[in-house]
């Protein structure tokens, strides 16, 4: 089932690509494609990263879950290595002594070095998929203590609920 939420909370600005890529389904190469205009000023390869744009969203999907509860999974953990492999993350030293994360280009390397840059910070945690089994939604936990279940509890939090309810009641 698809939920019915249209009004999310919002990550952090740098975040926001990766957050409205985890939201999005990207059926055919049209919608990746437009997906990359809307986010990337160079969207000329886009196409042939589609392919790549859909594992590494199904990977990523799979760790959404973990964030919110499920058992590690450790193909979703193999799939993003392959991808970090393929698109060549890997740190820089900067002149100043820091460091920073670069990858060859295109928007599945861009969102590959996102990606990694929130599991370093500690914001990938609060990526998560809505824990109603009717539900597909990605979301971004604002809650202070990062323990958000659902991607809205006025429709899938209540849904839950009112399951439980009747469960306990029959």
């Known amino acids: 089932g698809e939920c019915l939420v249209t009004r999310r909370s919002s990550p952090p600005p740098q ?30 390869a886009a196409g042939r990263d589609y392919k790549a744009a859909t594992e590494l969203q199904g990977a990523l999907r799979a760790l959404e879950y973990v964030n919110n509860g499920a ?20 740190p820089r030293v900067r002149a100043d002594g820091s460091s920073q994360l670069a990858a060859s280009s295109g928007p599945v390397a861009d969102l590959l070095v996102t990606v990694l840059t929130a599991m370093n910070d500690g914001s990938w945690k609060r ?21 958000r279940a659902w991607c809205s509890m006025g429709l899938c939090g209540a849904r839950a609920k009112m399951r439980r309810y009747r469960g306990n009641t029959s």
Do not use: H, M
Not at 74 to 83: G, I, N, P, V
């Open 15 to 44: 975040y926001a690509a990766l957050d409205d890529f985890l939201w999005r389904n990207f059926d055919d190469r049209v919608a990746w494609t437009t997906w990359v205009a809307q986010w990337y000023t160079t969207a000329a």
């Open 71 to 90: 058992e590690p999974n450790a193909a979703a953990d193999t799939r993003l290595d392959a991808l970090i492999g393929r698109y060549s993350v890997r």
């Open 127 to 147: 990526f998560k998929r809505c824990r109603d089994q009717t539900c597909t939604a990605s979301f971004y936990d604002v809650s202070k203590s990062a323990t």
